[in-house]
């Protein structure tokens, strides 16, 4: 089956619409003749002369008649398809997006940025959905739109990325643990009971290279998969959470912070988006809104 010639659509609404040849060609741009040659092409790729002498002039035919606003809406639509998006209105917009969020944002982040889009754009609802691991075919599909996180090997090369802030970790442990009477040197921080968070269940982290050039290696007694499960187990034990220090504004009373005591590992967090959203205004503003909120990069 051929493909029809779509630029036949601006002529047959030309033609339609001014009732001349003369006249559209003249709104076209085109000259008599080409015009002539146009409306030849229309009427055999319709089987309908569309347009017929009567006296001086020309009239259309019942089926011209009855295609014209179809016709015009049809071109209306094409143009409004093919022109740059127009000017956002955040009053007006209603639309669902859906965070893929690292452990802790919605606890840290959350009340703000929905405090923040129901003032500028009440129409508008987040769906945060859990990140159970790094890849990126959900950014892909378009399941998720935005998400946050650490940059790794698995983040497909064509995800884009803009940093939001900087993190390290902290220690953490109930209070009345031992680490929370005395000062905290490698050696007594390595010698308790620890918990470990790998999302992918690796039994060394990023604090462990942290210990090795010390000469330090620390008892590793359980792994769990997010900071929110180390703290509930550091809370209710004498376990070491090892954790983000972001993750730890939320906590309530009744657990102690620490710094560690050598060089603490940072973090970069950053949020990451397929290229078709790019360009799309609305993802556009809610990018420079999670930004904004987080603080951007610092």
């Known amino acids: 089956m051929t493909t029809p010639d779509f630029n036949?659509?601006?002529?047959?609404?030309?033609?339609?619409?001014?009732?001349?040849?003369?006249?559209?060609?003249?709104?076209?741009?085109?000259?008599?003749?080409?015009?002539?040659?146009?409306?030849?092409?229309?009427?055999?790729?319709?089987?309908?002369?569309?347009?017929?002498?009567?006296?001086?002039?020309?009239?259309p035919t019942p089926r011209a008649l009855a295609l014209r606003e179809q016709v015009s809406q049809l071109v209306q639509d094409a143009e409004a398809v093919l022109r740059?998006?127009?000017?956002?209105?955040?009053?007006?917009?209603?639309?669902?997006?859906?965070?893929?969020?690292?452990?802790?944002?919605?606890?840290?982040?959350?009340?703000?940025?929905?405090?923040?889009i129901s003032a500028e754009a009440p129409g508008v609802r987040l769906r945060f959905v859990q990140?159970?691991?790094?890849?990126?075919?959900?950014?892909?599909?378009?399941?998720?739109?935005?998400?946050?996180?650490v940059i790794s090997e698995t983040t497909?090369?064509?995800?884009?990325?803009?940093?939001?802030?900087?993190?390290?970790f902290i220690g953490v442990v109930r209070m009345g643990h031992a680490l929370s009477q005395v000062?905290?040197?490698?050696?007594?921080?390595?010698s308790g009971q620890h918990v470990l968070v790998s999302r992918r269940g690796l039994d060394r982290g990023l604090v462990d290279e942290a210990l090795q050039p010390l000469?330090?290696?620390?008892?590793?007694?359980t792994i769990v998969s997010d900071f929110s499960a180390a703290l509930a187990l550091a809370r209710s034990t004498d376990l070491i959470a090892t954790v983000s220090k972001h993750h730890t504004q939320a906590l309530s009373d009744g657990m102690y912070r620490f710094p560690l005591p050598f060089p603490a590992p940072e973090i970069t967090i950053s949020m990451l988006w397929h290229p078709r959203m790019e360009a799309d205004p609305a993802h556009r503003w809610l990018r420079g809104v999670v930004f904004e909120v987080c603080g951007g990069d610092k």
């Not at 990140?131 to 996180?149: C, I, P």
């Not at 497909?156 to 390290?168: I, K, M, N, Q």
């Not at 000469?215 to 007694?221: D, H, K, P, S, V």
């Open 8 to 59: 036949l659509l601006i002529t047959l609404d030309a033609v339609l619409a001014e009732g001349s040849v003369a006249k559209a060609a003249k709104r076209l741009g085109l000259s008599p003749s080409a015009m002539s040659r146009a409306l030849a092409r229309l009427r055999e790729t319709m089987g309908d002369p569309l347009l017929v002498r009567a006296g001086r002039g020309l009239v």
């Open 215 to 221: 000469g330090l290696t620390r008892e590793i007694t």
């Open 84 to 116: 740059p998006a127009g000017q956002l209105n955040l009053k007006q917009l209603a639309r669902t997006f859906t965070l893929r969020s690292s452990d802790g944002f919605v606890e840290n982040f959350g009340p703000a940025l929905i405090a923040r």
């Open 183 to 190: 000062d905290i040197t490698p050696e007594r921080f390595a």
């Open 131 to 149: 990140k159970l691991n790094k890849d990126s075919a959900s950014l892909r599909d378009g399941s998720v739109d935005l998400e946050t996180g």
């Open 156 to 168: 497909g090369p064509e995800v884009r990325t803009r940093a939001l802030f900087r993190d390290h």
